[in-house]
């Protein structure tokens, strides 16, 4: 249970990644150039991505034998193991997640469509970098030992 959830948690991060950055992209020139109609399909993707890992990533919170660990030997906030695990992780994880979809609900309710590709942009350009700076890579002292997917 804790190691299949855990390697879709893992490998989902690219492709949440991947429609993040196609997201932005296209958000940047649809902001652009408002005349393009359609919907915000790769935004529509990422939101998707980024709501399942929320869902994966509690269950994973619950199960985790290292959350376990880290809970059951306290002091979870003098190390920074634990505290990122325990703590960071989650809350940065989720703050992205909200920002993303206000970004979505608010740019879906936009009149015009520079206001919502704008609202797109913006709110997915901030959930990108709150969620780069929480993941942890293996070369950061919290992912050590972690791989790459
Ligand atoms: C704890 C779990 C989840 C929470 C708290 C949550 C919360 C939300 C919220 C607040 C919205 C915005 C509604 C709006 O203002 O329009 C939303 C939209 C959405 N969620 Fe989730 N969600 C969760 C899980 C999921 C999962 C697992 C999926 C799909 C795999 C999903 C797919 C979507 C989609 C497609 C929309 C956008 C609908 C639209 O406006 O077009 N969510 N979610
Ligand atoms: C976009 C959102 C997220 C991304 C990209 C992400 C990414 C990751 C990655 C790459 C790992 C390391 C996987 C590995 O070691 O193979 C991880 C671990 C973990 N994530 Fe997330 N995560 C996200 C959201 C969340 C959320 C919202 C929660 C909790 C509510 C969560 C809970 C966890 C836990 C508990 C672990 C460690 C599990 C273990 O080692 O046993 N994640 N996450």
Do not use: C
């Amino acid at each position: 249970m804790h190691t299949g959830l855990l390697h879709a948690h893992s490998a989902l991060r690219w492709l949440g990644l991947f429609f993040l950055v196609a997201a932005i992209i296209d958000s940047g020139i649809r902001m652009k150039r408002p005349m393009k109609e359609g919907a915000p399909k790769f935004a529509l993707f990422a939101l998707i991505i980024t709501h399942t890992q929320l869902i994966l990533g509690l269950l994973l919170y619950f199960v985790s034998p290292t959350v376990k660990g880290f809970m059951a030997a306290g002091e979870v906030m003098k190390n920074s193991v634990a505290r990122f695990f325990v703590v960071e992780h989650l809350a940065m994880m989720i703050l992205a997640i909200i920002v993303l979809t206000i970004g979505y609900s608010k740019g879906k309710r936009a009149e015009d469509q520079a206001t919502k590709h704008r609202r797109i942009f913006v709110a997915y350009l901030i959930a990108l970098i709150i969620i780069l700076i929480s993941i942890p890579w293996p070369f950061r002292e919290v992912g050590a030992g972690r791989g790459w997917f």
